[in-house]
C-alpha cells in the first residue's frame, strides 16, 4: 500500500545535553517540522526556565510532553527503531551518509514502530558505548566544518524527515523489538557465549559488539527476540544437564569403581 513517514511516531531525544537553551532550541525546531515528542536522558542542567524561553510559545505543547530520564538506557527503553548521530565516518559500521537517505529508509519502519532519532552532547557527541544501542547511524555532510550546533542538526534531520512525510511510497514493515527487548536479548546473549567459551569473560561487551553489528541489520521482531532468547534457555538448560549428568558419573566411579570397569569390559567383549 502507498506509504508516507508516521511523524507522529518519531521521537527526538538529546542526551547528556549541557545548555538548556539548547533543549528549548532543539524542541523549537522540531516543532516547526511537525515532529512533537520530545525526550530528555540525563541532562547536565535542565533549567526550564531558559528552556521555556528559548523554545518560545510556539513549542510550548512539546515542552509540556517532554519527557526526562536518568540514563539513555531508559530514555530508549520504549523505542522499536534508534537512529543515532554522529560526524565521524570510517570504522566498523556503516553509517548512512545524508538525512535524506535515512528518511528514505524510516519510512517503512515508521508505519509500525517508534523510532528516537538521538543527539548526544553538543561538545563531544555520542560515544561508542552509546552508539551500540543504535540501529542505524546518520551524519549530516558539510563542506569543512564537521560540527554542528545541536539545534541546527535537530533541524536539518527533521526536515527530511518532514519531506518524507508528504511524499507517498509502496512499501511495509512489521512492528520491530522494542529497545527495552532487545536489551535483555543481548544480556542473556552475553551470558550464555560466556559460559560457552564462544567470547572472552575478560571483555565481554567488546567482543559482543561484533555480534550486535550484526543483528541490528536484521531488523528483529519481537517474535525473532523472542526464539532467540529460547535459543539461550534450550543451551542454558542443556549445559546444566551435562554439567549434572558429568557429575553422578564420576559419583559413580567414585562409588562402585570394581563394577564400571567389568561393566566397560563386558560391553567391549560383547561387540
Known amino acids: 500500500m502507498l506509504q508516507k513517514i508516521r511523524l507522529e511516531n518519531i521521537a527526538i531525544v538529546l542526551f547528556h545535553t549541557r545548555v538548556p537553551e539548547n533543549i528549548g532550541a532543539a524542541a523549537r525546531a522540531a516543532c516547526n517540522m511537525g515532529i512533537r515528542k520530545l525526550v530528555v536522558a540525563a541532562p547536565q542542567n535542565l533549567d526550564m526556565s531558559r528552556v521555556s524561553r528559548m523554545a518560545t510559545h510556539a513549542a510550548s505543547d512539546v515542552l509540556e510532553t517532554m519527557t526526562v530520564h536518568d540514563t539513555l538506557q531508559e530514555a530508549l527503553s520504549g523505542f522499536n527503531w534508534v537512529v543515532g548521530t554522529t560526524a565521524r565516518l570510517g570504522g566498523a559500521r556503516?553509517?548512512?551518509?545524508?538525512?535524506?537517505?535515512?528518511?528514505?529508509?524510516?519510512?517503512?519502519?515508521?508505519?509500525?514502530?517508534?523510532?528516537?532519532?538521538?543527539?548526544?552532547?553538543?561538545?563531544?557527541?555520542?560515544?561508542?558505548?552509546?552508539?551500540?544501542?543504535?540501529?542505524?547511524?546518520?551524519?549530516?555532510?558539510?563542506?569543512?566544518?564537521?560540527?554542528?550546533?545541536?539545534?541546527?542538526?535537530?533541524?536539518?534531520?527533521?526536515?527530511?524527515?518532514?519531506?518524507?512525510?508528504?511524499?507517498?511510497?509502496?512499501?511495509?514493515?512489521?512492528?520491530?523489538?522494542?529497545?527495552?527487548?532487545?536489551?535483555?536479548?543481548y544480556e542473556q546473549l552475553k551470558d550464555i557465549l560466556v559460559r560457552i567459551d564462544y567470547i572472552n569473560p575478560e571483555n565481554p561487551d567488546y567482543w559482543l559488539n561484533k555480534v550486535r553489528y550484526f543483528l541490528s541489520r536484521l531488523q528483529l521482531r519481537a517474535l525473532d527476540v523472542s526464539i532467540i532468547r529460547g535459543i539461550c534457555r534450550q543451551i542454558d538448560w542443556y549445559s546444566g544437564k551435562c554439567f549434572r549428568d558429568g557429575v553422578e558419573a564420576e559419583r559413580m566411579n567414585a562409588e562402585h569403581p570394581t563394577s564400571n570397569v567389568q561393566h566397560r569390559m563386558e560391553k567391549r567383549n560383547n561387540q
Open 94 to 185: 556503516q553509517v548512512i551518509p545524508s538525512p535524506s537517505r535515512l528518511a528514505e529508509k524510516l519510512i517503512p519502519i515508521s508505519a509500525e514502530n517508534r523510532i528516537a532519532l538521538l543527539f548526544g552532547p553538543e561538545d563531544r557527541g555520542l560515544t561508542n558505548e552509546d552508539l551500540r544501542l543504535c540501529h542505524d547511524l546518520v551524519s549530516i555532510p558539510t563542506a569543512d566544518f564537521s560540527s554542528l550546533n545541536l539545534a541546527q542538526a535537530v533541524m536539518i534531520m527533521c526536515y527530511e524527515l518532514f519531506r518524507a512525510s508528504r511524499e507517498e511510497l509502496l512499501s511495509h514493515s512489521p512492528r520491530l523489538a522494542s529497545r527495552h527487548e532487545l536489551d535483555g536479548m
